[in-house]
């Protein structure tokens, strides 16, 4: 969190320190970013963090896919289905129970 906060903090401050300086400020400005950007620890840095980011996006969503899979084959265990293969003859669990009662077949 400090990091970011940080990193808001520097990008505003720069933001102003380039909006009022004149075009040798700005200047000097320019070639700092390109000396950070160029140095090769923040590219290995840089490299390493989008690297382990696609790693752990790879992971969340193969995680999700099989939560997803295990979740519509549950869902396909609870429903029975129709005379015509299709969607379910009759309601289960307690919305079975709800209607039995109704209709008087469970007295």
């Known amino acids: 969190m400090r990091f970011k906060l940080g990193a808001a903090i520097g990008f505003a401050a720069g ?10 400020r700005r200047r000097q400005v320019d070639d700092a970013i390109h000396r950070v950007t160029e140095n090769p620890r923040v590219r290995h840095v840089s490299d390493v963090v989008s690297r382990d980011a696609k790693r752990l996006g ?3 969503e193969e995680r999700l896919a099989k939560t997803a899979d295990t979740v519509a084959e549950s869902v396909a265990g609870t429903v029975e289905p129709g ?21 008087g077949a469970a007295h």
Do not use: C, F, I, M
Not at 84 to 101: I, L, N, V, Y
């Open 15 to 24: 933001y102003l320190a380039a909006v009022k300086a004149g075009d040798e």
């Open 58 to 60: 790879d992971a969340v």
């Open 83 to 103: 005379p015509s293969g299709g969607e379910a003859s009759r309601p289960h669990g307690a919305q079975a129970t709800k209607d039995a009662t109704k209709s």
